[in-house]
């Protein structure tokens, strides 16, 4: 059983950075996807960024230049660096899943496998 667990949220003020992690767990299919999320109550999830396993990374244009995803493979453990944060990053992001895909489109119906999800607050 795959399990994914988020952690590194927090409230940060505007123009702030913050390094979300997602420890992966219960899977050893070599190929894969891996995405982050968020979303805000009463809105559709956006998805962000995604990540196969040889490190291919895609972003989504609204966080192109300021997010970057990220795997370390040793420690199993997806990453979501997000820079120059703004008030409306605010939402909770959730790290997600998918096993034996070769493509990894930043899609929430693609994933099958999802985290609790962490809360990201950004405001003065």
């Known amino acids: 059983q795959v399990q994914l667990v988020e952690s590194g949220g927090g409230s940060v003020q505007p123009g702030g950075s913050l390094r979300l992690s997602c420890a992966a767990s219960g899977y050893s299919d070599n190929r894969y996807c891996l995405a982050w999320f968020r979303q805000i109550p009463g809105k559709e999830r956006e998805g962000l960024a995604s990540?196969?396993?040889?490190?291919?990374?895609r972003h989504a244009d609204s966080v192109k230049g300021r997010f970057t995803i990220s795997q370390d493979n040793a420690k199993n453990t997806l990453y979501l660096q997000m820079d120059s944060l703004k008030p409306e990053d605010t939402a909770m992001y959730y790290c997600?899943?998918?096993?034996?895909?070769?493509?990894?489109?930043?899609?929430?119906?693609?994933?099958?496998?999802w985290g609790q999800g962490t809360q990201v607050t950004v405001s003065s």
């Open positions: 990540i196969d396993n040889y490190g291919s990374a």
């Open positions: 997600a899943a998918r096993l034996g895909l070769g493509v990894c489109p930043i899609l929430s119906y693609v994933y099958n496998y």
